[in-house]
């Protein structure tokens, strides 16, 4: 099974750019898709995108032209970058991996990262 | 988008209790309908995909159920690693939309 951990700053200023990464290890990088999720108590479990080896995406049009997913096919990382970011963006951010066996499921997760917006 | 609207919110239950989870979507997601569990401070962790398929390493006691817009995650005898939050996910069609999740706890 894949391991994945998130990195990044727990504080952001509002309107900056959060950016987040991800390292995976385990798993082939073409067997999955590479994604991000958030969890705040407000809004609880919010998909935010993901991302495929073949150059597939998909973006959670909620965030409009915020975010952006992308993968480091050399390095077995993925990043996240949401820009203009308000305190409604604080919450826990995950990375994970996407079994698509026909019914896509989130198979694997990392721990979580708190990211806090606040200046 | 998809909304999912799971019942209860939160479920006060006994080890030993047979319990049931109910996550109904707001449009035809097919099977395509996943259960998670998480702990508090931890990750969710997948325990049925496609509605009714449970994930190898997962305990019997749980199963899933259902089909286009109505589903189920029953837990036929509570055991005390059970208490917990559990979430129904679509994977029907983006954007994935999750349900806001029902509490288990202890009676």
């Known amino acids: 099974q894949v391991r994945l951990q998130e990195s990044g700053p727990g504080l952001v200023k509002p309107s900056e750019t959060l950016s987040l990464t991800c390292s995976f290890s385990?798993?082939?990088?073409?067997?999955?898709?590479w994604t991000w999720i958030r969890q705040s108590p407000g809004k609880g479990l919010e998909w935010l995108a993901y991302?495929?080896?073949?150059?597939?995406?998909n973006y959670n049009p909620s965030f409009k032209s915020r975010v952006t997913i992308s993968l480091d096919t050399s390095g077995s990382q993925f990043s996240l970058k949401l820009s203009s970011v308000t305190d409604a963006d604080t919450a826990v951010y995950y990375c994970?991996?996407?079994?698509?066996?026909?019914?896509?499921?989130?198979?694997?997760w990392g721990q979580g990262t708190r990211v806090t917006v606040s200046s | 988008d998809i909304q999912m609207t799971q019942s209860p919110s939160s479920l006060p239950a006994s080890v030993g209790d047979r319990v049931t989870i109910t996550c109904r979507a707001s449009?035809?997601?097919?099977?395509?309908l996943n259960w998670y569990q998480q702990k508090p401070g931890k990750a969710p962790k997948v325990l049925i995909f496609?509605?009714?398929k449970l994930l190898s390493g997962v305990p019997s006691r749980f199963s899933g159920s259902g089909s286009g817009t109505d589903f189920t995650l029953t837990i036929s005898s509570l055991q005390p690693e059970d208490f917990a939050t559990y979430y129904c996910?679509?994977?029907?069609?983006?954007?994935?939309?999750f349900g806001q999740g029902t509490r288990l706890e202890i009676k």
């Open positions: 496609a509605a009714s």
């Open positions: 385990g798993g082939s990088i073409s067997s999955y898709y």
């Open positions: 449009e035809y997601v097919s099977s395509y």
């Open positions: 991302i495929h080896v073949s150059g597939v995406t």
């Open positions: 996910h679509q994977s029907y069609s983006t954007p994935y939309t």
């Open positions: 994970a991996s996407i079994f698509w066996s026909g019914h896509p499921f989130i198979e694997s």
